[in-house]
T-cell receptor
Framework: KAGVTQTPRYLIKTRGQQVTLSCSPI?????VSWYQQTPGQGLQFLFE???????NKGNFPGRFSGRQFSNSRSEMNVSTLELGDSALYLC????????????FGPGTRLTVT | EDKVVQSPLSLVVHEGDTVTLNCSYE??????LLWYKQEKKAPTFLFML????IEKKSGRLSSILDKKELFSILNITATQTGDSAIYLC????????????FGDGTTLTVKP
């Protein structure tokens, strides 16, 4: 069974731009969670989608948004990028909602200059 | 405020040693606690714990949860250099679908 895939793997953007990251979960998994990982803040929960609905949201500004499609693939969008948004963005999929036994993708390394 | 605290933050041992990593938590409506191993890439799932006192075991790794004292431990016996990684603890909580909070991780270095 193929694992969680994320695209692109690396991205360089400038301040003020927007970016869209994509995540394809493991086949059969319907829950996708997004995390931001930085050296200073560790791994922080952004939001979770299940059956095309956002089920939970972490403490991030409204510039961070997401959506999930009927095939469970998910996208995360960050608008008006700031230098502090530079991070590794990880998505994780699980069979059911609630982040039980979730499997992480390789991440997208975003650098904002 | 919900929080997850891991200790120690870092640990250096030699091959063959046994290590114990700690994770304590304070959350509302606890649902489960998860352990992950992160090397140079994304975290990989190790264990999910929901009940107190029931040990989960996988090879040289084992983990147990104490819901009364609000902590979990991850034991690694006969450590190998391949065990060198960051070990993350995450707690799933809340009444609906569940939120999760990760600890800062314990960086384990196993020297030959």
């Amino acid at each position: 069974k193929a694992g969680v895939t994320q695209t692109p793997r690396y991205l360089i953007k400038t301040r003020g731009q927007q970016v869209t990251l994509s995540c394809s979960p493991i086949s059969g998994h319907r829950s996708v969670s997004w995390y931001q990982q930085t050296p200073g803040q560790g791994l922080q929960f952004l939001f979770e989608y299940f059956s095309e609905t956002q089920r939970n949201k972490g403490n991030f500004p409204g510039r961070f948004s997401g959506r999930q499609f009927s095939n469970s693939r998910s996208e995360m969008n960050v608008s008006t990028l700031e230098l502090g948004d530079s991070a590794l963005y990880l998505c994780a999929s699980s069979f059911s909602s609630g982040t039980y036994e979730q499997y992480f993708g390789p991440g997208t390394r975003l650098t904002v200059t | 405020e919900d929080k997850v605290v891991q200790s120690p933050l870092s640990l250096v041992v030699h091959e063959g040693d046994t290590v114990t990593l700690n994770c304590s938590y304070e959350v509302t409506n606890f649902r489960s606690l998860l352990w992950y191993k992160q090397e140079k890439k994304a975290p990989t799932f190790l264990f999910m714990l929901t009940s107190s006192g029931i040990e989960k075991k996988s090879g040289r790794l084992s983990s147990i949860l104490d819901k009364k004292e609000l902590f979990s431990i991850l034991n690694i016996t006969a450590t190998q250099t391949g065990d060198s990684a960051i070990y993350l603890c995450a707690v799933v909580y809340n009444t609906n679908a569940g939120k999760s909070t990760f600890g800062d991780g314990t960086t384990l270095t196993v020297k030959p």
